[in-house]
């Protein structure tokens, strides 16, 4: 069996973890893969190729406009990881490790964007692998979060939390609070005891969110 392999572009965040690739059907506003089809990444696909990724020995590389597929060239690493999870919305890298000159790169807004090469399947175009990962300033598929607008390392505050946010995900807070989440973190006054995280939000992200949002996250029949 063979894989064909797919370069498209995604906004993602650049902080303590950011999504590569969304959940379910997708495909690039440029057309691909081609005559009306969808890629397809399921739950449990996803979760096979964050544990195949576990099990290597090298990183991943982050490299610049997919210079690592262009034998004979320079490839120098913007960055590099090794964990993948899958959640409800997507695959997700969770360790992002960036060299100081893409750091400087993403907070000049030179390199905006980033760009997944994976394999998968030539039928039924499910997702079978992941190859690399690349800086890019040409979005092919949008919706995720804009490298620029977080910071490079992990924040605890409302700003830094929020900026992080994909529209999809701020709707979905700001319904369970029912209020604006600046709103939200204003009204939290002091600290208490996390309660643990609900099903489908990772224990990292969820401490955050408490911290800032508090006890409205818990209003009766928000989780």
Same mark, same amino acid.
């Given at each position: 069996?063979?894989?064909?392999? $797919?370069?498209?572009?995604?906004?993602?965040?650049?902080?303590?973890?950011? +999504?590569?690739? &969304?959940?379910?059907?997708?495909?690039?506003?440029?057309?691909?893969?081609? !005559?009306?089809?969808?890629?397809?990444?399921?739950? /449990?696909?996803?979760?096979? #190729? $964050?544990?195949?990724?576990? *099990?290597?020995?090298? !990183?991943?590389? #982050?490299?610049?406009?997919? *210079?690592?597929?262009?034998?004979?060239?320079?490839?120098?690493?913007?960055?590099?990881?090794?964990?993948?999870?899958?959640?409800?919305?997507?695959?997700?890298?969770?360790?992002? +490790?960036?060299? !100081?000159?893409?750091?400087?790169? #993403?907070?000049?807004?030179?390199?905006? @964007?980033?760009?997944?090469?994976?394999?998968?399947?030539?039928?039924?175009?499910?997702?079978?692998?992941?190859?690399?990962?690349?800086?890019?300033?040409? &979005?092919?598929?949008?919706?995720?979060?804009?490298?620029? +607008?977080?910071?490079?390392?992990?924040?605890?505050?409302? /700003?830094?939390?929020?900026?992080?946010? !994909?529209?999809?995900?701020?709707?979905?807070?700001?319904?369970?609070?029912?209020?604006?989440?600046?709103?939200?973190?204003?009204?939290?006054?002091?600290?208490?005891?996390?309660?643990?995280?609900?099903?489908?939000?990772?224990?990292?992200?969820? +401490?955050?969110? @408490?911290?800032?949002?508090?006890?409205?996250?818990?209003?009766?029949?928000?989780?």
């Amino acid at each position: 069996m063979t894989y064909h392999l $797919a370069a498209l572009n995604q906004v993602v965040a650049s902080g303590k973890a950011f +999504r590569i690739l &969304p959940a379910g059907a997708f495909s690039s506003n440029d057309g691909r893969p081609g !005559d009306g089809r969808s890629w397809m990444l399921s739950a /449990d696909r996803g979760q096979a #190729i $964050a544990a195949l990724a576990a *099990q290597r020995s090298n !990183d991943f590389v #982050i490299d610049y406009e997919h *210079q690592t597929l262009k034998p004979g060239q320079k490839n120098p690493a913007a960055g590099w990881f090794k964990a993948l999870e899958m959640r409800p919305d997507g695959l997700y890298v969770t360790d992002p +490790r960036w060299t !100081d000159e893409a750091k400087s790169l #993403i907070q000049a807004q030179q390199y905006r @964007y980033i760009s997944p090469v994976f394999s998968y399947h030539p039928e039924t175009l499910e997702v079978m692998s992941l190859h690399s990962l690349a800086l890019t300033n040409n &979005p092919a598929l949008l919706g995720l979060t804009d490298l620029s +607008r977080v910071a490079l390392t992990d924040q605890s505050s409302a /700003d830094g939390c929020f900026a992080a946010l !994909d529209a999809q995900t701020r709707d979905l807070l700001e319904r369970m609070t029912g209020m604006p989440l600046e709103q939200a973190a204003a009204e939290q006054q002091a600290r208490v005891q996390v309660p643990p995280a609900p099903q489908g939000i990772i224990e990292e992200d969820w +401490r955050k969110l @408490y911290h800032v949002l508090g006890d409205s996250l818990l209003a009766e029949g928000t989780i």
